[in-house]
C-alpha cells in the first residue's frame, strides 16, 4: 500500500469514531429527564411536608411551623435589638478635650479625633476614657464607653467633702485636694472642676501645680481620688 492510500485510511476512521461519539452524546443528553421546578425536593420551592422552601417549613418536625428559612428558622438578621429602647442610666458626661491627631504612615498622614471625656453619677462614682476615633463623634463614644467602665467608687461625707487633705504628682502636674467646711463651695476652675461635680462634691478646695496639660491633669486628678476610693 502507497502513502496516499495510508492517509486516506487513517482519515476515515477518525471520521468514523468522532460521528460515533457525538451520536452517544445525542442519546444519552434525550435520555435526561427535564427538570421540573415542582419537585419535592427543591430547596426554594416544594411542598409543605418534604420541601425546605423558605416560606413553607423545612423538613421533620419543622414542616408545620411555617416558620421559612433552612430548617423551619426565620431568616435573615434578628430586628428586636434595634426596635428596643435604649435604657437611659443616671450617668452624665462632659467632654474636656477633643483634639485632631496625625499619625505618618507609608502611604502619607492619617487624621484621627482623640477625646477625653469625664463620666459621673454625682452620687460618688466617676471614671473618665480617652480614645481615638475617626470623626468627632465615634471618638467622644468611645471614650464615654471607656470610663463607664473604670469607674471609681468615693467616700464623700455628710457635708459633700472629703475626711483629709491628699497631694498627687503625676507626671509633670501636681494636684492638691483639700476638703471644706458646707457652704464652701467648689473652689476649682478648669478641668478640675467639671470631675468634681459629677463625682457629687460640693465643698472642696483644689490646687494644680505644675503643667496645665488637660490630660495629664486629669490623670492626676484621679490618681488624687483614688486615696478617697472605698
Do not use: H, W
Amino acid at each position: 500500500m502507497s502513502e496516499e492510500q495510508i492517509k486516506k485510511n487513517t482519515v476515515e476512521e477518525t471520521n468514523q469514531s468522532t460521528s460515533k461519539i457525538k451520536e452517544s452524546f445525542k442519546s444519552s443528553s434525550q435520555e435526561k429527564k427535564p427538570f421540573s421546578n415542582n419537585s419535592g425536593d427543591n430547596r426554594r420551592g416544594g411542598s409543605r411536608n418534604f420541601g425546605g422552601g423558605r416560606r413553607e417549613g423545612g423538613f421533620g418536625k419543622f414542616a408545620k411551623d411555617n416558620k421559612g428559612g433552612r430548617f423551619g428558622r426565620r431568616g435573615g438578621r434578628n430586628n428586636n435589638r434595634r426596635n428596643k429602647p435604649e435604657e437611659k442610666d443616671d450617668f452624665d458626661s462632659q467632654v474636656i478635650q477633643v483634639k485632631r491627631v496625625t499619625r505618618v504612615v507609608k502611604g502619607g498622614k492619617r487624621m484621627r479625633f482623640a477625646a477625653l471625656v469625664v463620666v459621673g453619677d454625682k452620687k460618688g462614682k466617676v471614671g473618665y476614657g480617652l480614645k481615638k476615633g475617626m470623626d468627632f463623634q465615634e471618638s467622644v463614644a468611645k471614650a464615654t464607653r471607656q470610663a463607664k467602665n473604670n469607674l471609681i467608687d468615693l467616700k464623700i461625707n455628710e457635708n459633700g467633702t472629703f475626711e483629709f487633705l491628699s497631694l498627687v504628682k503625676y507626671k509633670a502636674t501636681s494636684v492638691m485636694l483639700k476638703p471644706a467646711n458646707s457652704g464652701t463651695g467648689l473652689i476649682s476652675g478648669g478641668f478640675v472642676r467639671p470631675v468634681l461635680e459629677l463625682a457629687g462634691l460640693k465643698n472642696c478646695y483644689t490646687k494644680i501645680i505644675g503643667s496645665n496639660n488637660k490630660v495629664s491633669g486629669v490623670q492626676a486628678v484621679f490618681e488624687a481620688l483614688k486615696q478617697y476610693a472605698k
